[in-house]
């Protein structure tokens, strides 16, 4: 199976891996499966940390996280930038688009816990 960690997962399991539910836990451990993160979801944790939304130890590194825990790396490319823009207008934020119109055009289910990006027609797990 393949997936794609939503910004929330990443960081629950950074921080509350506890609030991931075993089973969910259990699929993205198993080297079977496909995990991906998007870049999205590094900028995104990179900008509410600069923001002083979201604390990190200063010497984090999400990026080196990721991929020592063999998560592939999800780039943007033109086709999830022109599915983010045709996405019903429910859900405004710019990261949950580009995160949702990516699990849809790579045929990625994503692990959210977010209603919001549910609602934009995705298959999620939680």
């Not at 949950?96 to 919001?116: C, F, G, H, V």
């Amino acid at each position: 199976m393949a997936y794609l960690l939503d910004t929330n997962a990443i960081l629950f399991g950074l921080i509350m891996p506890d609030k991931i539910k075993p089973s969910i836990r259990a699929l993205i451990r198993d080297p079977a499966n496909r995990v991906c993160a998007s870049v999205a979801s590094i900028y995104e944790i990179n900008f509410k940390v600069a923001l002083g939304k979201l604390w990190l130890p200063v010497d984090f590194d999400i990026t080196a996280h990721l991929v020592q825990a063999d998560t592939e790396l999800l780039s943007i490319n033109p086709f999830h930038a022109a599915a983010a823009s045709r996405l019903p207008l429910i859900n405004r934020d710019p990261w949950d688009r580009l995160i949702a119109a990516q699990a849809l055009n790579e045929r990625l289910t994503l692990i959210s816990s977010d209603k919001a990006i549910q609602a934009l027609g995705v298959k999620t797990l939680w």
